[in-house]
Antibody
Framework: QVQLVQSGSELKKPGASVKVSCKAS????????MNWVRQAPGQGLEWMGW????????TYAQGFTGRFVFSLDTSVSTAYLQISSLKADDTAVYYC????????????WGQGTMVTVSS | DIQMTQSPSSLSASVGDRVTITCRAS??????LNWYQQKPGKAPKLLIY???NLQSGVPSRFSGSGSGTEFTLTISSLQPEDFATYYC?????????FGQGTMVEIK
């Protein structure tokens, strides 16, 4: 079936980097954009941006430029989110979510990856 | 950026109640409004897309309406599995902003 499977939880120290993976199955990765969404503990959903899976061109929301990088490896149907120079307030669950073509809704979500930044 | 405001922020209701959640956009977004349900510790799930279209597999007690700047999500008869947090989201233009969420709790 159509699904997105993300990598497991991460515990990182401040200043480190993390790379979260999101593997697509049951459909062709390059047929839909891939969005990234952050949810800090006890908070709502925040759109981080998306990547055009045809061109590899990323778009970042304000507040997610500089330290955040979206990338792809189409050979393994996987999207990636890399965060560098981690800070305590990057602690959150990060979701990948497929953007459907008709209305731009996020119709398939990964299960989420908890990233904890703590010394 | 387009701001999305949901009301109420939380509500208490009983099984069988009719529940309505409102979402207002800071400018017209036509029908580009989506609704999601999120249960604790789980990923959000798409319920309604393009304001009024039921996502495949979602029970028919969920419905959406509205256009422009005002939208509603209605649950016609609340079931035990519907206790969750609901988010609206605009997909009219980037950034794809979400409302702050409405928590539906058991009365």
């Amino acid at each position: 079936q159509v699904q997105l499977v993300q990598s497991g939880s991460e515990l990182k120290k401040p200043g480190a980097s993390v790379k979260v993976s999101c593997k697509a199955s049951g459909y062709t990765l390059t047929s839909y954009v891939m969005n990234w969404v952050r949810q800090a503990p006890g908070q709502g959903l925040e759109w981080m941006g998306w990547i055009n899976t045809n061109t590899g061109n990323p778009t970042y929301a304000q507040g997610f430029t500089g330290r955040f990088v979206f990338s792809l490896d189409t050979s393994v149907s996987t999207a990636y989110l890399q965060i560098s120079s981690l800070k305590a307030d990057d602690t959150a669950v990060y979701y990948c979510a497929r953007g459907e073509a008709v209305a731009g809704a996020f119709d398939i979500w990964g299960q989420g990856t908890m990233v904890t930044v703590s010394s | 950026d387009i701001q999305m405001t949901q009301s109420p922020s939380s509500l208490s209701a009983s099984v069988g109640d009719r529940v309505t959640i409102t979402c207002r956009a800071s400018q017209s977004i036509s029908y580009y409004l989506n609704w999601y349900q999120q249960k604790p510790g789980k990923a959000p799930k798409l319920l309604i897309y393009a304001a009024s279209n039921l996502q495949s597999g979602v029970p028919s007690r969920f419905s959406g309406s509205g256009s422009g700047t005002e939208f509603t999500l209605t649950i016609s008869s609340l079931q035990p599995e519907d206790f969750a947090t609901y988010y609206c989201q605009q997909s009219y233009r980037p950034p794809r902003t979400f409302g702050q969420g409405t928590m539906v709790e058991i009365k």
